[in-house]
């Protein structure tokens, strides 16, 4: 990873992003069986050294941080737990690959209900197809609640992504989805503690989820919405 690229939350305020970090809209488009199958590039946001991204989910400058949280006396309390992700998670054993879950972790982004359900796959990979299968929608959680795992090696078959932001829109709900923090980007607490380092975060930014910083998916009960196009 880039030096000093990383994501610093400010107390009942933004996310400061540091390293040039790039940021760009992604937006999960549903496929024949009803229900999000890929992710489809959307707005690329200019480059910029540092930025800050709203956390409060009122900035009238979304993504970016206008100052709203202050004038809303905006509550960004950290409650998420931080027990690591492995100690947290269920672990569900296959007969090709074996998938962890952490619930906690869930932004709602439904990939997991494609094709009978990742963990129906999972279960089934003896058949290549459904090994396919429950890779591809365990890593197109963009939460990282679901990770597929390689029996033979014992590591976690992962995206290869380069360090950068994406803001999630779910047009299917007709509503803007968490933050998509990719690739291992540092996360830095408002107590200046570290979030342990992972490959796929959702981000809360509609202010509402009670597992801050991380997304639960109370964008969708508030029906946040950024005014990106592809929810127009
Ligand atoms: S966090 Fe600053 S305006 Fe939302």
Not at 75 to 84: H, I, L, Q, V
């Given at each position: 990873m880039g030096k000093n690229q990383k994501v610093v939350i400010v107390k009942d305020g933004p996310y400061l992003v540091f390293g040039n970090l790039i940021l760009a809209v992604e937006i999960a488009v549903v496929g024949e069986e009803g229900y999000p199958e890929k992710w489809e590039k959307g707005k690329a946001y200019p480059e910029q050294e540092k930025y800050a991204l709203c956390r409060c989910g009122k900035s009238k400058n979304k993504p970016y941080c206008d100052g709203t949280h202050t004038s809303i006396g905006f509550?960004?309390?950290?409650?998420?737990?931080?027990?690591?992700y492995l100690e947290q998670a269920e672990k569900l054993i296959g007969p090709k690959i074996d998938l962890t879950d952490a619930q906690n972790l869930c932004s709602s982004a439904r990939f997991c209900h494609l094709s009978g359900s990742t963990w129906t796959n999972v279960e089934n990979s003896e058949d290549p197809e459904a090994k396919e299968i429950a890779i591809k929608t365990a890593c197109n959680c963009p939460a990282g609640r679901l990770v597929v795992w390689d029996k033979k090696t014992g590591k976690p078959i992962e995206l290869k992504v380069k360090p950068s932001i994406s803001l999630l829109e779910d047009p299917q709900a007709k509503v803007s989805g968490p933050i998509w923090l990719k690739g291992g980007v540092e996360l830095e607490s408002a107590d200046g503690t570290k979030y342990e380092i992972r490959n796929r975060m959702t981000l809360c930014r509609c202010g509402k989820s009670d597992n801050k910083p991380f997304c639960d998916g109370s964008h969708i009960d508030c029906k946040f919405n950024d005014g990106d196009e592809s929810l127009k």
């Open positions: 509550d960004g309390t950290e409650t998420a737990d931080r027990t690591k």
